[in-house]
């Protein structure tokens, strides 16, 4: 169970929009329809923010989406502001109720 | 409003054992799937455990089959991960989550557990 890859530093200024790639195999990101984002801010517990690829959770904001091709899955967040600020995670099913975790990425909002 | 509260952490020597729980409060506990998921001081997540809602299957990745076991006690409303054989690499803060669509919806603060001699 090998973890996805991400890159592990992104940044953009306020009002632009970043798109975060988390790149897995063809037995987890490629074969399912099941990744999923995360959002922790410092000492904080993490947030789900996107899950079954495309979909948000009621309350998050409608400028953050989510989309995969192939073996990789992306997060883009437009319009970025200063409370994006924080440590980006992705998660995929990987079968046999098992999930594997990107390295994650840390965003900075210049 | 769903809450999950974990406890149990600690300093515990390599080689031995600890027992965390989930307190669960807000939603009907015995309908969802949980799990455990750490995060090393510093470092990434990791899935660690899984247990279905009836307790009728758990699931491990390779790093703690075999050391760790989840379980759950509905009548309690309660989540545990019974650890063992700890080595200095299961250092971490372990949080507990609760499951829905094959993502986590909801996560406690976390316990920190510290393997050391």
């Known amino acids: 169970q090998s973890a996805l890859t991400q890159p592990a530093s992104m940044s953009g200024s306020p009002g632009q929009s970043i798109t975060i790639s988390c790149t897995g195999t063809s037995s987890d990101i490629g074969n399912y329809n099941l990744v999923s984002w995360y959002q922790q801010h410092p000492g904080k517990a993490p947030k789900l923010m996107i899950y079954?690829?495309?979909k948000r959770p009621s309350g998050v904001s409608n400028r953050f989406s989510g989309s995969k091709s192939g073996n990789t899955a992306s997060l883009t967040i437009s319009g970025l502001q200063a409370e994006d600020e924080a440590d980006y995670y992705c998660c995929s099913y990987a079968g046999s109720r098992t999930w594997v975790f990107g390295g994650g990425t840390k965003l900075t909002v210049l | 409003e769903v809450q999950l509260v974990e406890s149990g952490g600690g300093l515990v020597q390599p080689g031995g054992s600890l027992r965390l729980s989930c307190a669960a409060s807000g939603f009907t506990f015995s309908r969802y799937a949980m799990s455990w998921v750490r995060q090393a001081p510093g470092k990434g997540l990791e899935w660690v455990s899984a247990?279905?809602?009836?307790?009728?299957?758990?699931y491990y990745p390779d790093s703690v089959k075999g050391r760790f076991t989840i379980s759950r006690d509905n009548s309690k409303n309660t989540l545990y991960l019974q650890m063992s054989s700890l080595r200095a690499e299961d250092t971490a803060r372990y949080y507990c989550?609760?499951?829905?669509?094959?993502?986590?919806?909801?996560w406690g603060q976390g316990t920190l557990v510290t393997v050391s001699s």
């Open positions: 247990i279905t809602d009836n307790s009728g299957s758990t």
């Open positions: 989550a609760k499951e829905s669509d094959s993502s986590w919806t909801n």
């Open positions: 079954e690829v495309t």
